[in-house]
Structure formats: structure tokens, C-alpha cells
């Protein structure tokens, strides 16, 4: 019975790590439940047994591939809990940044595809997983802009840095490595060096919004009238009167 179980998760990872690498590859629509079966040294009845159908299978996979992804490169980057808010978020995006450019993360690439030719089928599933991360980013960075700060200008600030991880991603994707001497691509090779940038120019960015939050709830003072005003004479008046 024991060997049995084990058969049957063996069957279901080799699957998963087969329908990750093949839709990787080529995407929902082009991967074939055929191929994926061959690659895994299954039969599609295997696949109908674990998974029901290729939707499901294409799911899984991703959710897999997240997972391992997540678990390579732990998103608190290494840094304690107790760390500075700056601190913190230097390890999560540097987390981000490795975990998003490692060649074998499949979860990167199959989203790539996704977006490429959209399915529908990994909204609810990247939306669970994905939460508890945006999450977490959020959190230093609200205590970075501080009190008075709201949740809009949290939420830009969050996709503002998350945005300039993600976009270097993709051009790493379709820019190659210039050997001739003269580099003009915006691809990114020393990731921890971008990482340090990112920090450094979002936490500037960020001190801005905190300072224009702070004049905005400053008490406005009145400036006092010169002596001959039309303010002053009717006040004068009035007080003649």
C-alpha cells in the first residue's frame, strides 16, 4: 500500500514537472496532453486520474512551478522580520529580482506565454498564491511613507517598485548578452547591484510623497498685512465705526 502512494506521487510530479516545462515552452493552447504524458513517461490516462483535464493540469503546473520558485528564493531575501522597513525591503525585492530572472523558474515563462496568448485559466489560482506577496511588500513600504500616508499611495508605491523588477525581467527575456563593445541594451546581468537601485531610487521617490503628505497637512499660516493694505484701512474703519 506504502509503495503505492509513493508510485502515485511520483506519477503526479513527473507530470507536474512535465506539463510546467512543456507549457513553458510553448503555452496552454500548443501543449498537447500527449506530449506532456511522454515527457512525464506516463499515459495520458494518468493525466485524467491526477488532474481530470489539461485545464486543471495547466493550474497545477503553474502553481507548482510558483511554489518552487518561492521556496528557491525565500521572498523575505534573507532578512529578519525585526529589520528596518529599508531593510526589509531590500531583501524582498532582491528576492523578487533573482527569483523572477533564474532561468529555471518556469513560473515566470509560463505567465510570459499567458500573456502572450491569454487563457483566463490562471487568474483565480495566480491571485491565491500571489496575495500573501503583495502583501508583504506593502507592509515596509507603508511604514516607509508613514503616518498620514493612504492605501492609494501605498498601493502605487508598491507597483511603482514591483514594476521596475518585473519589466527588466522581460527584457532579459528578448535582449542577449552584447559582446561588441558598445552596450546600448537595457538588459540587467548584475542583479544585485539593479536591486541596491531600485532600493535607493524608490526609497527617494518615496521621501518625496512622505514630504508632500506632511505640507499637505500642515496648518496653513496667514501672512501678515502690510501696514497700508485695503485689508488693514477696512479693518481700521470698522473699528471707528
Partial sequence: MKIMRQDTARTRKSLLMAASEIFAEKGFRDATIAEISKRAGTNGAAINYHFGNKETLYREAWRQSFRDSIKAHPPDGGVDLNAPPEQRL???????????????????????????????????????????????????????????KSETEVRFCTLSIVSQCVIPAFTNMVEKPETDGENESLRIDDIEAYAEHVVVFSLAGMGAIRGSTQKRSAPQRSRPRAPGSPENNSRKTRRAR
Avoid: C, H, W, Y
Fill in 90 to 148: 531590500k531583501g524582498q525585492v532582491a528576492a523578487l529580482l533573482r527569483r523572477i530572472t533564474d532561468s529555471d523558474n518556469k513560473e515566470f515563462l509560463i505567465v510570459n506565454k499567458e500573456l502572450a496568448n491569454p487563457t483566463g485559466l490562471l487568474e483565480e489560482v495566480m491571485q491565491e498564491e500571489m496575495r500573501p506577496l503583495r502583501r508583504r511588500i506593502m507592509t515596509p513600504v507603508r511604514e516607509i511613507l508613514g503616518p498620514g
